[in-house]
């Protein structure tokens, strides 16, 4: 079993910028894969970044230039950087990890919310 422990997130005002981390139990590398999503009030969850175990990345296009997702091997984590940060960015946003062997996993989800 595998459990994902998010921080960060809050409040911030039109342009400003959040940053959050997962930290995940296990190692990393035995993770195909390691992103976020994100579910508006009303809305369905969407896909916001992954990061492969080759360390390559994907960005939705709603977030590209934006958004910067790594990955820190040592402390486990998946960390994501958020800046020039709009009112449709407010939502619910989860740490997600898949396995191949056996399947996702997903955080607790931390709130951002972008308002002036």
């Known amino acids: 079993q595998v459990q994902l422990v998010e921080s960060g997130g809050g409040l911030v005002q039109p342009g400003g910028s959040l940053s959050f981390s997962c930290a995940a139990s296990?190692?990393?590398?035995?993770?195909?894969?390691m992103g976020w999503f994100r579910q508006a009030p009303g809305k369905q969850r969407e896909f916001v970044a992954v990061?492969?175990?080759?360390?390559?990345?994907n960005y939705a296009d709603s977030v590209k230039g934006r958004f910067t997702i790594s990955r820190d091997n040592a402390k486990n984590t998946v960390d994501l950087q958020m800046n020039s940060l709009k009112p449709e960015d407010t939502a619910l946003y989860f740490c997600n990890v898949f396995r191949i062997t056996t399947g996702n996993y997903w955080g607790q989800g931390t709130q951002v919310t972008v308002s002036s």
């Open positions: 296990g190692s990393i590398f035995s993770f195909s894969t």
């Open positions: 990061i492969v175990r080759d360390g390559s990345t």
